[in-house]
Each structure stands twice: as structure tokens, then as C-alpha cells.
């Protein structure tokens, strides 16, 4: 099961982000477990100073933007 974080206080990047990873997660059928993490404190922990962050079993992929699909999918996918 690959562990899934969307680093985010509630911005509207962040919301995207996290609705994009859940559509994701759910149309490919995937072995994933999406959790949105919006406490300052815990994201901080990432070293990540922009949101939204995404991070996948623990490794941080993205800080600031909303990655493309594809490559969302790829990173899911590689675990």
C-alpha cells in the first residue's frame, strides 16, 4: 500500500491537488492511501515552505505546483 500525504493549510491549489490524487487513486484502482495533512507543525516536518507539497511513502515529489497526471501517476506508481 503506498502512503500518500497532500501538505496543504486549505489553499486552492491544495484542494486541487488533493481532489486530483483521490480521482487518481480511485480511476486507476490503485493501492493507495491519500491522506490531505493541513497542520502547519507536520508540514514543516517536510522542509517544504510552499504548498501544496505531495509527498509519496515519505519522499517529497512536488512543492508548490500540481504535477501533471501522468506524472502523479508515475510516482504512485513507483512507490
Do not use: F, H, R
Not at 480511476?27 to 516536518?45: G, H, P, R
Not at 505531495?54 to 504512485?76: H, M, T
Request: hydrophobic share 40%.
Amino acid at each position: 500500500m503506498v502512503s500518500v500525504k497532500v501538505l496543504g493549510s486549505g489553499c486552492a491549489k491544495c484542494k486541487t491537488l488533493n481532489l486530483k490524487v483521490q480521482e487518481l487513486v480511485a480511476k486507476n484502482n490503485l493501492s493507495a492511501t491519500v491522506t490531505k495533512v493541513e497542520d502547519i507543525a507536520e508540514i514543516m516536518k517536510y522542509g517544504i515552505l510552499s504548498t501544496p507539497g505531495l509527498v509519496i511513502n515519505e519522499k517529497v515529489k512536488s512543492i508548490g505546483n500540481i504535477p501533471k497526471d501522468e506524472q502523479i501517476l508515475a510516482w504512485i506508481n513507483e512507490g
